[in-house]
């Protein structure tokens, strides 16, 4: 296992807890020794705000350099982030490289039993600020569906887009009100792609051949719409 170790101090860090690059760095090698860590290598931004990580050019070289099996080793969490985000995002992928996370000051130590636990909720915690963005995003389309704007993608069938907002195609929505019927009736896809065909209905394109994957997908927005 290699420690790769990661210090940073900003102008105001160092006025804040007077935790030099030189003392983070004397407490990683500290670690190491302690574990029995042949191989140390550190990592240092000197003068960077922790607000972001995409502008540290020690700590991308330091997650870089982390492979499977090896520790990035911290003098706090603060240090490496002080953006949960951020912090979240690093420890994702540490979790996929099967590396371990250690935060000398939280005692976070995800090569023991415990800090593996620790970890874990980290992982959690990030599994549900991404569903937490999901939803945001579902809500959002949702409702710029209901106020009639498009959302992205083609022109959908039954409606014509001017100027980004969706307006009824009347010729079309009567081919949708015929779609529905038909389904409610228990017509198969297959079978109400026939008597579309056989009516010589056109699709968005200007054909006349369906498809049972389109007909699922307009009854799909249909009642979608309705339960919105």
């Not at 030189?22 to 670690?31: N, S």
């Not at 350099?65 to 520790?71: L, Y």
């Not at 529905?180 to 968005?204: F, N, P, V």
């Amino acid at each position: 296992m290699k420690a790769i170790g990661y210090i940073r101090v900003s102008t105001q860090g160092q006025v804040e807890d007077g935790v030099s690059l030189d003392a983070q760095e004397a407490k990683v090698h500290a670690w190491a020794n302690l574990n029995n860590v042949s191989e140390v290598i550190v990592f240092r931004d000197e003068g960077i705000s922790g607000k972001r990580s995409d502008n540290r050019p020690g700590l991308e070289l330091a997650l870089k350099a982390v492979s499977k099996g090896d520790a990035l080793i911290c003098y706090s969490l603060s240090r490496l982030s002080r953006s949960t985000r951020d912090t979240l995002l690093i420890a994702d992928s540490l979790t996929k490289k099967e590396a371990d996370l250690v935060s000398l000051s939280e005692k976070i130590d995800t090569t023991t039993a415990a800090g593996k636990m620790v970890f874990r909720m980290l992982a959690v915690l990030s599994e549900f600020e991404r569903d937490q963005i999901s939803d945001r995003t579902r809500f959002a389309l949702a409702h710029k569906r209901e106020i009639g704007e498009k959302t992205g993608g083609s022109e959908p069938f039954g409606f014509n887009a001017i100027k980004g907002k969706l307006y009824d195609n009347a010729e079309e929505q009567k081919t949708i009100s015929l779609i529905l019927e038909l389904s409610g009736k228990g017509e198969s896809l297959r079978g109400i792609c026939r008597k579309l065909e056989d009516a010589k209905i056109t699709r968005k394109s200007g054909s006349t051949s369906w498809h049972p994957q389109t007909v699922a997908d307009i009854l799909k927005r249909e009642n979608t719409r309705k339960t919105a």
